[in-house]
């Protein structure tokens, strides 16, 4: 297993545009993604996820910050990081938005597992997470859009 990389791509009847706003803004984000999140779409912006544990009730925090907002064809971010300052290596999510007939491809990347510098064992095992967590929400994404561009 190379654990290099993650794609995953979808088709959406929605238009670049709406995308481009429900992958880069966390009013839309977290809809479909974590259960909050905070940050400005602007390339150097800092940000958090959070996600809560339906049983428990705790919250984990997640280091973000915006990489690249190009609207409505590319955002992408790091997150992850090695340290908590928001140094250090980091994975890099990318949702590239293509347009396709009358909606867009998304597709989405995610790299940078191998230089974290994790053991063989946390590697494949965060890699396989990642890969468990994307084929969930990237589904629930395209879900999130066919409602919003459903509603009146």
Same mark, same amino acid.
């Given at each position: ?25 966390? =009013?839309?984000? *977290?809809?479909?993604w974590?259960?909050?999140?905070? #940050? ?6 800092? $940000?958090? +996820?959070v996600?809560r544990?339906g ?27 090695? =340290?908590?300052d *928001?140094?250090?290596q980091?994975?890099?999510?990318? #949702? ?6 009358? $909606?867009t +491809? ?36 395209g ?10």
């Open positions: 297993m190379e654990q290099g990389t993650i794609e995953r791509d979808i088709h959406v009847n929605a238009s670049p545009e709406v995308v481009f706003e429900v992958v880069s803004q966390p =009013e839309h984000m *977290r809809e479909w974590p259960d909050d999140a905070r #940050f400005e779409s602007i390339a150097g912006a800092p $940000g958090e +996820l996600w544990d049983d428990t009730g705790e919250t984990k925090t997640v280091a973000f910050a915006v990489v690249e907002a190009d609207p409505p064809k590319r955002f992408s971010f790091r997150w992850c990081f090695t =340290e908590p *928001r140094s250090g980091a994975l890099l999510v990318t #949702f590239d938005l293509v347009p396709s007939g009358v $909606g +491809l998304i597709r989405m990347t995610e790299t940078g597992f191998r230089e974290l510098g994790w053991e063989v064992a946390v590697l494949e095992e965060q890699y396989r997470d990642h890969e468990n967590g994307w084929d969930h929400y990237m589904p629930r994404l879900g999130y859009v066919a409602r919003l561009v459903a509603t009146p």
